[in-house]
């Protein structure tokens, strides 16, 4: 399957789980969105898990390549099952053993010390990649790199890049662009669905003239 026939089946996905829907949905940052996405609606059972793990795994593997990282991190909490899911398709689809782990939000008080932030095998001169839906601002994917750094006592971590599921193509509320902000810090972005791309696609399907109208609105206020 060409890399737009899968592209376009997990466009088909993403709606038929309502994973994307239409209206007006305001974000974190109190702007007024067109649409809203949820990975939560992708990931609640078996199959989607295994079909957005997949995508994953196709765009890790066409972009950064199996044998150039050794751990999958999922920050908390959809990275979680993510990273895991991610993990499984490398071993059953190519064969490879790729070590996941995550974070925690809040210390552990109890049990394993060496698990009060960080849960997962990583090892010095790791090469990780991120995993997780989407970007807003990238400030929270530098803080889950500095915990990583902070608390695995590990040594030599290089950071391989970030993948995300949806990229907004959005400027944050300060007007910056999160990928580009992101890349001038050292950490390369991966996408596997640009909203832009997923408009153009659902336009005359699903998105009729009157709401394509209104995404370009919004594309030309806050897009990147």
């Not at 970007?135 to 929270?140: F, V």
Request: proline letters at 2%; zero cysteines; glycine letters at 8%.
């Amino acid at each position: 399957m060409s890399s737009s026939a899968w592209k376009e089946s997990l466009i088909k996905f993403v709606i038929e789980r309502d994973g994307l829907l239409f209206g007006q949905f305001t974000l974190k940052s109190k702007r007024i969105s067109p649409y809203f996405f949820n990975l939560a609606k992708l990931i609640n059972d078996g199959e989607g898990l295994q079909k957005v793990s997949e995508a994953f795994a196709t765009t890790i593997k066409e972009q950064i390549g199996i044998d150039n990282f050794d751990y999958i991190q999922g920050p908390a909490y959809k990275g979680i099952p993510l990273a895991g899911g991610i993990a499984m398709v490398f071993h059953q689809k190519y064969n490879t053993n790729k070590r996941w782990g995550y974070d925690r939000k809040e210390s552990k008080e109890h049990g394993v010390s060496e698990e009060a932030w960080l849960v997962g095998a990583i090892q010095d001169a790791d090469r990780i990649i991120l995993v997780d839906d989407v970007i807003t601002t990238g400030l929270t994917k530098l803080k889950n790199i500095d915990t990583l750094k902070k608390h695995s006592n590990k040594s030599n971590l290089q950071f391989r890049g970030i993948i995300i599921f949806l990229d907004r193509q959005e400027q944050d509320p300060e007007g910056n662009n999160p990928v580009t902000y992101l890349e001038e810090k050292g950490v390369k972005v991966y996408s596997i669905l640009k909203i832009r791309d997923v408009v153009e696609f659902l336009k005359d399907r699903i998105i009729d003239s009157e709401r394509y109208k209104i995404f370009q609105e919004y594309f030309n206020k806050y897009g990147t």
